[in-house]
């Protein structure tokens, strides 16, 4: 018999409680709906939780990537050193700016940027080395600061999936030039779209705030709320990347569970650790490095198709036939075909990155889930590759 359960486990489906419903009710209660106080509540917990210099909340993290982007001054012809291993959106920005994006291959074990690699594809036309810290586990920080130095780079990092990550003692997202967040359903902490950029520079933060509101000089809530109605006059062309008060609601209380949401995240971690460990044709993920804390975003298995007798993509599907939610991170993005077609890159370019893009498969992981639930993700795995 194969196991059922009355529900489909949805992949990435967030915890979401009364608090936070509440939050959102006051807020479409209160006549303001718009970027006001609760993004600036938002700002100052999210700032106070990683102790970070400046943070701007804006609509994605994608938004706060071209932000970071703008304000160091990519240009056409610059050159990005990043990974194969993301979210399209990493690579994308880079495009946005005429700029081109070169890909360092990736360390098989934990996925993340090769720090060793990185020197090999510096050019004199690189400007900036954009790390992904991989389902939550941080970059070798020290060794691309000390390129950067070097070199004289600037570093964005992708911290979209590392929101609770630290590398000795150190928030993720706040070792570099710039640091960008999501707030993405799936991300450990939601407000439906979101997303943040930190920074240690008090003016870029501040052109980073002027450019997410159209580059005006006042925003809406200065001109609109009970303070001096002012004129503004546009200092830059700016976006429309503003979080909105309905959006900072709802992630406002998040802040204070995120501790206990990742002790949750990781007792399922242990659970699949000591529960898949022994199943054929599955590596479990490589262990946190010392002096690091993992954010759990993702728990990411290889899967050997020859072992498992199964291919990652037939292991998928049947996990879902069996009512469980699985995702891909990532299909190496040097071969999307845009960038394929666009840039000439080629199939072997990046052999690690192409090995795990093969193999990769990330089972659900949330602070929703219990104990239960990721027993169930086991024995549906069981009942695939072994009954
Ligand atoms: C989710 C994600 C993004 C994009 O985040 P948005 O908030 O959806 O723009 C960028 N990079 C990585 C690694 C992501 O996982």
């Known amino acids: 018999m194969p196991p059922n359960?009355?529900?489909?486990?949805?992949?990435?489906?967030?915890?979401?409680?009364?608090?936070?419903?509440?939050?959102v009710i006051d807020t479409l209660k209160s006549g303001w709906i718009g970027s006001g106080p609760k993004v600036k509540y938002f700002e100052e917990g999210l700032k106070?939780?990683?102790?970070?210099?400046h943070v701007v909340a804006v609509n994605s993290c994608t938004s706060a990537l071209s932000l970071a982007l703008e304000i160091i001054g990519l240009k056409p012809g610059d050159?990005?050193?990043?990974?194969?291993i993301t979210f399209p959106a990493t690579a994308n920005v880079i495009v946005h700016r005429g700029a081109t994006p070169v890909f360092v291959d990736v360390d098989v074990a934990t996925g993340n940027l090769d720090a060793e690699a990185i020197e090999k594809k510096i050019t004199p036309k690189t400007k900036v080395i954009l790390p992904v810290h991989l389902a939550g586990r941080p970059c070798d920080m020290n060794k691309i600061t000390a390129i950067a130095q070097a070199y004289?780079?600037?570093?964005?990092?992708d911290a979209a999936h590392a929101l609770e990550a630290e590398y000795q003692g150190l928030s993720a997202g706040t070792m570099g030039d710039f640091g960008a967040f999501s707030f993405y359903p799936t991300k450990s902490l939601t407000t439906g779209e979101g997303g943040l950029l930190t920074t240690?520079?008090?003016?870029?933060?501040?052109?980073?705030?002027?450019?997410s509101l159209h580059g005006i000089s006042a925003n809406a809530w200065e001109r609109y709320s009970d303070s001096k109605y002012r004129h503004y006059e546009t200092l830059f062309p700016g976006y429309k990347y503003n979080l909105t008060d309905m959006q900072a609601a709802l992630g406002l209380r998040q802040i204070?569970?995120?501790?206990?949401?990742?002790?949750?995240?990781?007792?399922?971690?242990?659970l699949y650790d000591s529960l898949l460990g022994e199943m054929p044709g599955i590596q479990t993920p490589a262990k946190p490095e010392p002096r690091t804390v993992h954010a759990r975003h993702l728990y990411t298995i290889y899967v050997d198709e020859k072992k498992a007798g199964i291919?990652?993509?037939?292991?998928?599907?049947r996990l879902q036939e069996l009512k469980v939610g699985t995702g891909v991170h990532y299909t190496a993005i040097h071969l999307h075909r845009f960038y394929r077609e666009h840039f000439g890159f080629q199939e072997g370019s990046l052999p690690r990155a192409e090995w795990i893009s093969q193999r990769t498969l990330s089972l659900p992981l949330t602070a929703k889930m219990t104990r239960e639930d990721a027993e169930y993700v086991v024995e549906a795995i069981r009942f695939i590759l072994v009954q």
Do not use: C
Not at 257 to 262: E, H, I, M
């Open 311 to 317: 291919s990652r993509d037939q292991l998928m599907i």
């Open 5 to 23: 359960r009355p529900d489909f486990l949805i992949f990435g489906s967030p915890l979401i409680l009364e608090e936070d419903i509440q939050e």
């Open 152 to 157: 004289k780079l600037y570093v964005v990092e």
């Open 256 to 270: 204070g569970r995120l501790k206990k949401n990742l002790q949750q995240r990781i007792l399922i971690w242990e």
């Open 79 to 84: 050159e990005v050193v990043t990974t194969p």
């Open 48 to 53: 106070k939780f990683l102790g970070s210099d």
């Open 200 to 211: 240690k520079n008090q003016a870029w933060a501040h052109k980073a705030r002027l450019l």
